[in-house]
């Protein structure tokens, strides 16, 4: 199981290889081959620290329409509190360290004010037009020389 942690935050995998099993991913395809555990929500549930047994917010990747496309929601009282960009923060960094993934998008549309606010936050760029959404790319960082 993959288990991140953060100063307030767990961050942990519901996912499996479809037969029960948890499996850490060893190449960046196995990430999108997995499918749910015992949820309706995939990949990654982030958790308090204070209270483990409360689920707040989660996130996954889908391949459908962009290769390491981002979804994610948050809980509505856990809301305008910095848990989704600490939880995603830290977990880009092992994606993109760690697992060596080049870039990961995602599709927000043009009234999602919260969405788009986290993205740029986070570092995402706007990078294309999609109807009145607009697909957002964050790219792994270059190295400190």
Known sequence: MIKIETKR?????????????????????????????????????????????TEIAHFSFR?????????????????????LYEALSSFFHWFFIDIGIEAVYGLIGDDNTASINLAIKLGFQPCSRDGSCTWYVLKKPEPLE
């Open 63 to 83: 391949d459908d329409r962009k290769d390491y496309e981002l979804c994610y929601g948050t809980k509505e009282e856990y809301r305008q509190k910095g848990y």
């Open 9 to 53: 935050l767990i961050i942990k995998t519901n996912l499996c290889a479809g037969k029960g099993e948890l499996i850490y991913p060893q190449d960046t395809l196995s990430l999108l081959d997995l499918k749910p555990l015992e949820t309706e929500d995939t990949g990654f549930a982030v958790f308090l620290k204070s209270d483990e047994s």
